[in-house]
């Protein structure tokens, strides 16, 4: 939904705005992190977007910025997350979810789209000041779950997070 918001912004170039806005994105984090330069992920997007606009010559201003990094708090579920949640938790599992956005982010999202109720816990890097794929990110799990690492399936939606997951020890799946 986040692209679309830049399509729907920049029709001529928001595709590729898009893209390079994404692209930067999660290494701006993972600079910040190693760095040991936190900041909440709404100010990275910004940056991000902020680099991305400029390398394609894109005049795009403040208000423009500002209106596709508040998507970051609107987005948009997968049409079939609903069912596919309320699938798992018949089968007994408990829910955990681990991301890079910012709590209230995190939260927003999950109120929105209905789906705080099949979580016990909602995770957001922020807690730790250090964004996946981070050790002290996926440690969140293991203290907030009280099971050891390897009890814990991780699905991942990206490559870099399921290094990271199985890196610091997670049984670990990639996801949509």
């Known amino acids: 939904s986040i692209l679309a918001a830049v399509q729907q912004r920049f029709a001529d170039r928001g595709d590729a705005l898009g893209k390079l806005w994404f692209a930067k994105l999660f290494p701006y984090t993972w600079l ?12 990275i997007a910004a940056e991000a977007f902020d680099a ?34 309320d699938a798992l938790r018949r089968r007994g599992l408990r829910l ?15 109120r929105r789209a209905g ?4 979580f016990q816990t909602a995770l957001s890097t922020d807690r730790v000041r250090a964004f996946k794929p981070a050790p002290e990110a996926y440690r969140l799990g293991v203290a907030a779950l009280s099971l050891d690492k390897e009890e814990i399936a991780f ?6 997070d399921a290094a990271g997951a199985s890196w610091f020890g997670y049984p670990t799946e990639i996801g949509r």
């Open 115 to 118: 789906i705080e109720h099949f």
């Open 96 to 110: 955990a979810l681990l991301s890079n956005l910012s709590e209230m982010m995190l939260r927003a999202n999950l």
């Open 155 to 160: 699905v991942a939606f990206a490559p870099w």
């Open 32 to 43: 910040r992190t190693t760095a040991r330069q936190y900041t909440a992920f709404e100010i």
């Open 52 to 85: 991305a606009a400029a390398t394609l010559g894109i005049a795009a201003t403040a208000a423009d910025r500002d209106a596709l990094v508040a998507a970051f708090f609107h987005m948009e579920p997968w049409p079939d997350v609903v069912a596919r949640l």
